[in-house]
T-cell receptor, first 110, second 114 residues
Framework: QKEVEQNSGPLSVPEGAIASLNCTYS??????FFWYRQYSGKSPELIMF????GDKEDGRFTAQLNKASQYVSLLIRDSQPSDSATYLC??????????FGQGTELSVKP | DTGVSQDPRHKITKRGQNVTFRCDPI?????LYWYRQTLGQGPEFLTY????????KSRLLSDRFSAERPKGSFSTLEIQRTEQGDSAMYLC????????????FGPGTRLTVL
């Protein structure tokens, strides 16, 4: 059974700083990785996905993969108060279902 | 708005009652997933459909839970004889199966069992 682990936080960073969120996964054969953002009381929305062949940058967000250590990180540059949310890491399982970590709560202080 | 809708958005029920939730996926999406999320946890997979066929059910899905997707369009999730432990957010997501990059989540149904 695949597992995904995240530090539940909360992680607090000042506005404008870099927020670094990490996720470890158990299945060395995992090929793709997803980062979802979830605001309180709302459903998850996809912000980044990467494949095992490389890192990805999209605006202020960068997803990095360390296959040797089996962890994925999400960096948020120039953090804004609107980035305050829970960030969920997920890997796909059989049939495309998503296996989520417990999420890391991020708080960006003005 | 992702285009996936769920109804109702909130449901409060008494223990022992039956409840049914509905999910309307994006029309061309042929895969539909149900997840359950409790406070402080990530969503947990419950079941999924490819068109009208239910292809997998999680061990989390006890006999009190049943899901259907008639005609491969909307889906319903029914919980019989609800228990307080069923209180959670029930999320539905859909995807066009040849595009595996993004599952589109509905707004969820929050169930409270008193």
């Amino acid at each position: 059974q695949k597992e995904v682990e995240q530090n539940s936080g909360p992680l607090s960073v000042p506005e404008g700083a870099i927020a670094s969120l990490n996720c470890t996964y158990s299945d060395r054969g995992s090929q793709s990785f997803f980062w979802y953002r979830q605001y309180s009381g709302k459903s998850p929305e996809l912000i980044m996905f990467i494949y095992s062949n490389g890192d990805k940058e999209d605006g202020r967000f960068t997803a990095q993969l360390n296959k040797a250590s089996q962890y994925v990180s999400l960096l948020i540059r120039d953090s804004q108060p609107s980035d305050s949310a829970t960030y969920l890491c997920a890997v796909p399982g059989q049939g495309g279902k998503l296996i989520f970590g417990q999420g890391t709560e991020l708080s960006v202080k003005p | 708005d992702t285009g996936v809708s769920q109804d109702p958005r909130h449901k409060i029920t008494k223990r022992g009652q039956n409840v049914t939730f509905r999910c309307d996926p994006i029309s061309e999406h042929n895969r539909l997933y149900w997840y359950r999320q409790t406070l402080g946890q990530g969503p947990e997979f419950l079941t999924y459909f490819q068109n009208e066929a239910q292809l997998e059910k999680s061990r989390l899905l006890s006999d009190r839970f049943s899901a259907e997707r008639p005609k491969g369009s909307f889906s319903t999730l029914e919980i019989q004889r609800t228990e307080q432990g069923d209180s959670a957010m029930y999320l539905c997501a859909s995807i066009l199966s040849r595009d595996s990059n993004e599952q589109f989540f509905g707004p969820g149904t929050r169930l409270t069992v008193l």
